[in-house]
């Protein structure tokens, strides 16, 4: 698994999760 793809799935993971605290 390349390093580059592990920050890619984080910032996609932390994005979800401030849409989702928005949403509250």
Known sequence: ML???AI???GISI???TRE???L
């Open 3 to 5: 390093f580059e793809d």
């Open 15 to 17: 994005a979800i999760m």
């Open 8 to 10: 890619v799935d984080l």
């Open 21 to 23: 605290e928005h949403k």
